[in-house]
């Protein structure tokens, strides 16, 4: 009786510990995005040929990008 209830109380904090990562991922990514979407909207409102110019800019679009893929692999 007593094993049983210590399982389920490691299942129970196991559960609350992938629910928050879950939601710690979802949060990193939404945000990630956001960030992402302000850049490409600075990109287009410049119009492409400076964005050719603002290639810092379109550096860090692709690297948010990766850097939100690979959060969340993790």
Same mark, same amino acid.
């Given at each position: 009786?007593v094993?049983? %209830?210590? !399982?389920?109380?490691?299942?129970? *904090? %196991?559960?609350?510990?992938?629910?928050?990562?879950?939601?710690?991922? *979802?949060?990193?990514?939404?945000?990630?995005? !956001?960030?992402? =979407?302000?850049?490409? !909207?600075?990109?287009?409102?410049? !119009?492409?040929?400076? =964005?050719?110019?603002?290639?810092?800019?379109? =550096?860090?679009?692709?690297c948010?990008?990766?850097?939100?893929?690979?959060?969340?692999q993790?």
């Amino acid at each position: 009786m007593v094993q049983q %209830l210590i !399982g389920l109380s490691l299942v129970n *904090l %196991l559960n609350i510990m992938l629910s928050f990562h879950l939601r710690q991922i *979802l949060c990193f990514e939404l945000r990630c995005l !956001g960030e992402t =979407a302000i850049e490409l !909207g600075r990109i287009l409102d410049h !119009g492409l040929s400076s =964005a050719q110019q603002r290639s810092p800019s379109q =550096a860090n679009v692709r690297c948010n990008l990766i850097h939100c893929h690979r959060q969340s692999q993790s």
